[in-house]
């Protein structure tokens, strides 16, 4: 079975950054797109952006677009998030999802357990 688990989250103020990782395991991380959703209280889950298995191809949501990079070692089995110039709606459960593709959470069939990212203003 498939694990993936996040790192990374914690508090910052509005305009920092903060860089989280998801490492998977007991996966062909090399043929494995990965992604990240977010789930903000009382909010659906909310995809945020995704990165194909070799890393050519990435995308991301029109609210996170200039501001979020995402981006894989293979050789560590870990994808990243680097989150820039944070707003306190970006206030949410971070979760890495894995064997899928696409905007829909039905889409991806690994989810990982979340890391909470806290924006104050």
């Known amino acids: 079975q498939v694990q993936l688990v996040e790192s990374g989250g914690g508090l910052v103020q509005a305009g920092g950054s903060l860089r989280l990782s998801c490492t998977a395991s007991?996966?062909?991380?090399?043929?494995?797109?990965l992604g990240w959703f977010r789930q903000a209280p009382g909010k659906e889950h909310e995809f945020v952006a995704a990165?194909?298995?070799?890393?050519?191809?990435?995308t991301y949501a029109d609210s996170v677009k200039g501001r979020f990079i995402v981006s894989r070692d293979n050789s560590k089995m870990t994808v990243y998030l680097q989150m820039n110039s944070l707003k306190p709606d970006d206030t949410a459960v971070y979760h890495c999802?894995?064997?899928?593709?696409?905007?829909?959470?039905?889409?991806?069939?690994?989810w990982g357990q979340g890391t909470q990212v806290t924006v104050s203003s």
């Open positions: 007991r996966v062909i991380f090399s043929v494995y797109s």
């Open positions: 990165i194909d298995w070799s890393g050519g191809t990435t």
């Open positions: 999802a894995g064997g899928g593709w696409g905007t829909l959470r039905s889409s991806w069939r690994d």
